[in-house]
């Protein structure tokens, strides 16, 4: 079993590994920008923006609060079966409640993520956080760039769309 100290100091090994592979460009020095504006500069993210417009959850994540998004990139909607998103677009209630599975409620920055054994998401459920050989797993996504920052939040780039169960 391992103790606690080994499992710090690989906890601290993974958030150093995480913020040397964030692009410089991802984390914008001002966080004038609410988490909405963020992933539209960002450019990575319209498949995102749209459902959440979609959702009638854009204007919640551009509010005031804190939040925490694990964003999937278009690349990582793209792995999705259109006849998944075909039936998403349908179901807003479906919609909502998987875009709120990649939703937390406060800051959690990456410092906070990896020492969490799993999150509550704003849809009730909770997603499993996993580190391990200097990355970290939301829910089995691997975190891309974590602590894109906002002016209502964090942004943690994810390479797959989370489903809840």
């Not at 990582?76 to 998944?84: D, G, L, R, S």
């Given at each position: ?46 498949t995102l ?106 942004i943690h ?9």
């Amino acid at each position: 079993m391992k103790t606690f100290r080994s499992i710090l100091a690989m906890s601290a090994a993974a958030a150093v590994a995480l913020a040397a592979a964030l692009p410089a460009s991802a984390a914008p020095a001002a966080t004038d920008k609410n988490i909405v504006e963020t992933a539209v500069a960002a450019g990575q993210f319209k498949t995102l923006v749209s459902l959440l417009q979609q959702a009638g959850l854009a204007d919640t994540l551009a509010g005031n609060g804190a939040y925490t998004v694990f964003a999937p990139t278009d690349a990582a909607f793209a792995k999705v079966p259109k006849a998944t998103l075909d039936q998403l677009a349908k179901d807003k209630t479906k919609l909502r409640s998987v875009l709120l599975y990649h939703v937390a409620k406060g800051k959690l920055t990456a410092a906070k993520v990896i020492k969490r054994r799993s999150i509550k998401t704003l849809n009730g459920e909770r997603v499993r956080v996993r580190v391990g050989a200097g990355k970290v797993f939301v829910g089995g996504a691997r975190v891309t760039a974590p602590d894109v920052r906002a002016s209502n939040g964090v942004i943690h780039v994810i390479d797959k769309v989370l489903i809840p169960r």
